[in-house]
């Protein structure tokens, strides 16, 4: 049985510095078994950011043998919470996968609990009740500068404040008019532990507990107090809560303890660590702002498509296993950054791609009539649902008949330079149908194109090429009489800038994206997607991934919400990346491989349309990537010169890595001649992006990456073979990194003196000596932590 848990928790180790205090704690036998919890408030929906808490606090649960994760909700605020939000949070932590089994809590059920432990603080001289009002308790507790006073009542007698204290809960005094307080330290460097407040009046009906109460208590208080009455035995919070921790180890250490339901459990000795919390780009992350969004009527709902909460990504399309693959992809570390959406992005397209058939749906509508087709000719061309690098199996038939309908802008009367698709006298290839030729276009009153003549090739069906004939574009497109009506939401960002709360001018609502969603009222789908129930997946091709609205669509009454482009086509509206599907030249369509290459790609290959190329593109770019992917100025300029190195950088980006972390290792790493040839080396920009991304998930550090970065442009090859060959993985496991520390500081005596006699500036001999000992391998940021606190720890 040990050696079970210790394989597995190895496993879980070497993941996250969490998962490592955890693993340790087990080994050195702190506990039998550990208990996380995800503590919601339930007083909005739970967003993408508290799936990364439950994919961590659940994830932990399931990896580490007997051990559980509670579901804890955090309603001690009565002005606030709902149990509607109750009910949301319960439906998305399922959705999400996860189970609490009878391990379902409400902080508010303890609130009994935590009165008498009010009490009992009273009674050992541990807290008072202050009859000052908050603003006098607020001025009285001084500055950083300056030590806090004590109020007029800090000397009551024990017996008056618990007197008062009954007095309250039973109703007898005004909202405000005294506040129970712990008796800690007037003069802590720690501002929580001036004699914080615990307990507040408030005569308000609580959700749950209706009017039992008058007093609540607040947050710091009853965290604590939830945790250690269910001997949770790590409590992950994010880290905004680190100088809270003093504060909840004092009331850990002080509640009274035994057995029986209204003590805490004489073991129980919760531990607080804290970790980065999510903040993902062009969103807004807290459930007050996202309110406002759903208050003001700026969404249509806590589950708008476009909303980042669990609900609304649902009802975008989005899976559950995409949203663990995006936590996991982001990791868990201590540095709090803000997240490309563009990750986010990756994760569900790469799960779609697996699960979402292909079909064809045309937007925007524009006729086309095959002159040279007989009039009643229906033929089933046998189309398949899947791409050869999806295992799966299945077709659908598709009609072709003499009226079809192709993308409107899939036709230029004037086609601009470099523009492949279809044009007067041009040919193209209708997917898996035939090669069309326009002959001709009639137009309205307006002048308006309104239908094209063409002419088909009976020898060219399905992508058989006895033609021979180099055809560059291939388009999507449905029959006419065949095609069914559908509605099609098209979301996009719901800011337009990465950052709405950057600048903090009270008005985030100001950047909204107003073309967030764009609604499509009359598109045209093939008619195999008929009665599709809501929720059912596809790729629409050349189009994106879609889903049937679960609320809005019925199978006779389709709508279509679109859950995510095909690429990124933010990073690239002008982009220079290879555009298959408008045909500029390719060599995998090269006329001597194309017997065994159809000229058909592969639908995933088939790439979203992007605008036409036009002058200036990479001047476009180039301001794309300062202003909206934060590369800073200089690494942009260099990162446009050209398209091959622009097209290198995107390859990169794709491959799920920051946009910041990539330019610096291109521009900054690699070596200029190599730079000016990226075409001709070894290496890719996949595996230039499969790199950056482990330097942002802290698995090796910029100088492994580098020497990585110097055997793939020498030799090619995948980075993280390199990484393990090389033995470069990064330690970020606590004990290591701690005993170096202890070991460095023990050395240097006198050195760590000399800093306290203030010379702050030996921190970097300290870190550094650590870094050697672990072989350059240690992670510096926890390091250089850990450094700090053990010589502020050790000093105080
Ligand atoms: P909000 O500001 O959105 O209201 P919160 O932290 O107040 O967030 P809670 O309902 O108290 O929301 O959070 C429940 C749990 O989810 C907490 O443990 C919290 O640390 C975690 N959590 C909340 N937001 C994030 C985030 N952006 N990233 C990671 N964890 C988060
Ligand atoms: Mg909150």
Same mark, same amino acid.
């Given at each position: 049985?040990?050696?079970?848990?210790?394989?597995?928790?190895?496993?879980?180790?070497?993941?996250?510095?969490?998962?490592?205090?955890?693993?340790?704690?087990?080994?050195?036998?702190?506990?039998?078994?550990?208990?996380?919890?995800?503590?919601?408030?339930?007083?909005?929906?739970?967003?993408?950011?508290?799936?990364?808490?439950?994919?961590?606090?659940?994830?932990?649960?399931?990896?580490?043998?007997?051990?559980?994760?509670?579901?804890?909700?955090?309603?001690?605020?009565?002005?606030?919470?709902?149990?509607?939000?109750?009910? @949301?949070?319960?439906?998305?932590?399922?959705?999400?996968?996860?189970?609490?089994?009878?391990?379902?809590?409400?902080?508010?059920?303890?609130? /009994? +609990?935590?009165?008498?432990?009010?009490?009992?603080?009273?009674?050992?001289?541990?807290?008072?009740?202050?009859?000052?009002?908050?603003?006098?308790?607020?001025?009285?507790?001084?500055?950083?500068?300056?030590?806090?006073?004590?109020?007029?009542?800090?000397?009551?007698?024990?017996?008056?404040?618990?007197?008062?204290?009954?007095?309250?809960?039973?109703?007898?005094?005004?909202?405000?008019?005294?506040?129970?307080?712990?008796?800690?330290?007037?003069?802590?460097?720690?501002?929580?532990?001036?004699?914080?407040?615990?307990?507040?009046?408030?005569?308000?009906?609580?959700?749950?507990?209706?009017?039992?109460?008058?007093?609540?208590?607040?947050?710091?208080?009853?965290?604590?107090?939830?945790?250690?009455?269910?001997?949770?035995?790590?409590?992950?919070?994010?880290?905004?809560?680190?100088?809270?921790?003093?504060?909840?180890?004092?009331?850990?250490?002080?509640?009274?303890?035994?057995?029986?339901?209204?003590?805490?459990?004489?073991?129980?000795?919760?531990?607080?660590?804290?970790?980065?919390?999510?903040?993902?780009?062009?969103?807004?992350?807290?459930?007050?702002?996202?309110?406002?969004?759903?208050?003001?009527?700026?969404?249509?709902?806590?589950?708008?498509?476009?909303?980042?909460?669990?609900?609304?990504?649902?009802?975008?399309?989005?899976?559950?296993?995409?949203?663990?693959?995006?936590?996991?992809?982001?990791?868990?570390?201590?540095?709090?950054?803000?997240?490309?959406?563009?990750?986010?992005?990756?994760?569900?397209?790469?799960?779609?791609?697996?699960?979402?058939?292909?079909?064809?749906?045309?937007?925007?509508?524009?006729?086309?009539?095959?002159?040279?087709?007989?009039?009643?000719?229906?033929?089933?061309?046998?189309?398949?649902?899947?791409?050869?690098?999806?295992?799966?199996?299945?077709?659908?038939?598709?009609?072709?008949?003499?009226?079809?309908?192709?993308?409107?802008?899939?036709?230029?009367?004037?086609?601009?330079?470099?523009?492949?698709?279809?044009?007067?006298?041009?040919?193209?290839?209708?997917?898996?149908?035939?090669?069309?030729?326009?002959?001709?276009?009639?137009?309205?009153?307006?002048?308006?194109?309104? /239908?094209?003549?063409?002419?088909?090739?009976?020898?060219?069906?399905?992508?058989?090429?006895?033609?021979? %004939?180099?055809?560059?574009?291939?388009?999507?497109?449905?029959?006419?009489?065949?095609?069914?009506?559908?509605?099609?939401?098209?979301?996009?960002?719901?800011?337009?800038?990465?950052?709405?709360?950057?600048?903090?001018?009270?008005?985030?609502?100001?950047?909204?994206?107003?073309?967030?969603?764009?609604?499509?009222?009359?598109?045209?789908?093939?008619?195999?997607?008929?009665?599709?129930?809501?929720?059912?997946?596809?790729?629409?091709?050349?189009?994106?991934?879609?889903?049937?609205?679960?609320?809005?669509?019925?199978?006779?009454?389709?709508?279509?919400?679109?859950?995510?482009?095909? %690429?990124?086509?933010?990073?690239?509206?002008?982009?220079?990346?290879?555009?298959? @599907?408008?045909?500029?030249?390719? %060599?995998?369509?090269?006329?001597?491989?194309?017997?065994?290459?159809?000229?058909?790609?592969?639908?995933?290959?088939?790439?979203?349309?992007?605008?036409?190329?036009?002058?200036?593109?990479?001047?476009?770019?180039?301001?794309?990537?300062?202003?909206?992917?934060?590369?800073?100025?200089? +690494?942009?300029?260099?990162?446009?010169?050209?398209?091959?190195?622009?097209?290198?950088?995107?390859?990169?980006?794709?491959?799920?890595?920051?946009?910041?972390?990539?330019?610096?290792?291109?521009?900054?790493?690699?070596?200029? /001649?190599?730079?000016?040839?990226?075409?001709?080396?070894?290496?890719?920009?996949?595996?230039?992006?499969?790199?950056?991304?482990?330097?942002?998930?802290?698995?090796?550090?910029?100088?492994?990456?580098?020497?990585?970065?110097?055997?793939?442009?020498? +030799?090619?090859?995948?980075?993280?073979?390199?990484?393990?060959?090389?033995?470069?993985?990064?330690?970020?496991?606590?004990?290591?990194?701690?005993?170096?520390?202890?070991?460095?500081? +023990?050395?240097?005596?006198?050195?760590?003196?000399?800093?306290?006699?203030?010379?702050?500036?030996?921190?970097?001999?300290?870190?550094?000596?650590?870094?050697?000992?672990?072989?350059?391998?240690?992670?510096?940021?926890?390091?250089?932590?850990?450094? /700090?606190?053990?010589?502020?720890?050790?000093?105080?």
């Amino acid at each position: 049985m040990m050696s079970t848990g210790t394989d597995i928790g190895h496993a879980a180790a070497g993941r996250d510095f969490i998962r490592s205090i955890i693993v340790n704690d087990l080994e050195a036998g702190r506990h039998d078994h550990i208990v996380t919890r995800f503590p919601p408030e339930p007083n909005g929906f739970l967003h993408i950011g508290h799936a990364k808490s439950i994919c961590l606090n659940f994830g932990i649960a399931r990896e580490l043998p007997n051990a559980r994760c509670h579901l804890r909700f955090d309603d001690t605020n009565p002005e606030t919470e709902d149990v509607k939000y109750v009910d @949301s949070t319960i439906e998305d932590v399922r959705w999400l996968g996860f189970d609490y089994g009878e391990h379902l809590y409400f902080a508010s059920d303890y609130f /009994e +609990q935590m009165y008498a432990f009010g009490e009992h603080l009273i009674r050992e001289g541990l807290a008072y009740v202050d009859s000052s009002s908050e603003a006098e308790i607020r001025d009285a507790r001084g500055t950083v500068m300056e030590p806090g006073r004590p109020t007029e009542y800090r000397d009551r007698p024990a017996a008056e404040s618990l007197d008062l204290f009954r007095r309250m809960r039973a109703g007898e005094f005004a909202d405000g008019a005294h506040v129970l307080r712990a008796r800690i330290d007037l003069a802590s460097p720690n501002m929580l532990m001036r004699d914080p407040i615990l307990y507040r009046i408030r005569h308000a009906h609580h959700y749950r507990q209706g009017d039992a109460w008058c007093i609540y208590p607040l947050y710091d208080y009853a965290h604590p107090i939830e945790d250690a009455l269910e001997s949770i035995t790590h409590s992950l919070c994010t880290l905004e809560f680190e100088n809270n921790r003093e504060l909840y180890d004092w009331i850990v250490a002080n509640v009274p303890r035994g057995e029986g339901d209204m003590l805490v459990p004489p073991k129980s000795r919760p531990r607080q660590i804290e970790f980065a919390r999510l903040a993902l780009d062009y969103t807004v992350m807290s459930k007050r702002k996202l309110l406002q969004l759903v208050n003001q009527g700026d969404v249509s709902g806590w589950d708008d498509p476009r909303m980042p909460t669990i609900a609304g990504l649902r009802r975008r399309g989005v899976t559950p296993e995409s949203l663990r693959a995006f936590c996991e992809l982001i990791g868990v570390a201590k540095a709090n950054t803000r997240v490309d959406i563009a990750k986010l992005e990756y994760a569900i397209r790469d799960d779609l791609n697996q699960r979402a058939p292909r079909v064809m749906c045309v937007l925007r509508p524009l006729r086309v009539v095959i002159t040279n087709w007989p009039e009643d000719r229906v033929e089933q061309l046998d189309a398949p649902f899947w791409p050869h690098d999806v295992p799966k199996e299945g077709s659908r038939p598709v009609p072709f008949s003499r009226e079809l309908y192709i993308e409107r802008d899939d036709f230029a009367e004037d086609p601009p330079k470099g523009f492949f698709r279809l044009a007067p006298g041009r040919e193209v290839r209708l997917r898996y149908g035939y090669i069309i030729r326009c002959d001709g276009v009639v137009k309205d009153d307006d002048g308006e194109v309104i /239908e094209l003549r063409c002419t088909y090739d009976p020898a060219t069906r399905g992508g058989s090429s006895e033609s021979g %004939r180099n055809v560059k574009g291939t388009l999507h497109w449905v029959s006419a009489e065949h095609a069914v009506a559908c509605e099609v939401r098209l979301y996009d960002r719901l800011f337009s800038d990465p950052d709405p709360e950057a600048v903090d001018d009270g008005d985030f609502r100001k950047r909204l994206n107003p073309d967030s969603l764009v609604v499509i009222e009359r598109a045209l789908i093939e008619p195999s997607v008929a009665g599709a129930e809501p929720g059912a997946r596809f790729q629409f091709e050349r189009l994106g991934y879609f889903t049937a609205d679960i609320v809005d669509s019925a199978p006779d009454a389709l709508v279509f919400n679109r859950t995510v482009t095909l %690429r990124d086509t933010w990073a690239r509206v002008t982009g220079a990346a290879p555009q298959k @599907s408008d045909g500029r030249p390719d %060599r995998r369509t090269a006329p001597s491989r194309r017997k065994a290459q159809p000229e058909v790609d592969a639908p995933e290959k088939m790439v979203a349309r992007a605008p036409d190329p036009r002058d200036g593109r990479l001047e476009g770019r180039r301001r794309r990537l300062t202003a909206e992917m934060g590369v800073p100025a200089e +690494q942009a300029e260099v990162l446009t010169r050209d398209a091959a190195i622009a097209a290198f950088f995107d390859a990169a980006v794709d491959a799920g890595a920051t946009p910041r972390t990539v330019a610096k290792l291109i521009v900054n790493d690699m070596p200029r /001649e190599s730079r000016e040839r990226v075409g001709e080396l070894p290496v890719g920009g996949a595996a230039i992006g499969a790199l950056a991304h482990m330097i942002d998930s802290a698995e090796i550090s910029s100088s492994a990456a580098r020497e990585v970065l110097a055997v793939l442009i020498e +030799q090619g090859g995948d980075p993280r073979t390199i990484v393990e060959k090389r033995g470069l993985r990064q330690v970020s496991d606590e004990a290591a990194l701690s005993s170096a520390v202890d070991q460095v500081l +023990q050395e240097n005596a006198g050195k760590v003196a000399e800093y306290r006699a203030g010379k702050a500036g030996l921190l970097g001999f300290f870190v550094g000596k650590a870094m050697a000992k672990m072989q350059g391998k240690g992670n510096p940021a926890m390091l250089k932590t850990m450094v /700090e606190e053990r010589l502020r720890g050790e000093q105080g």
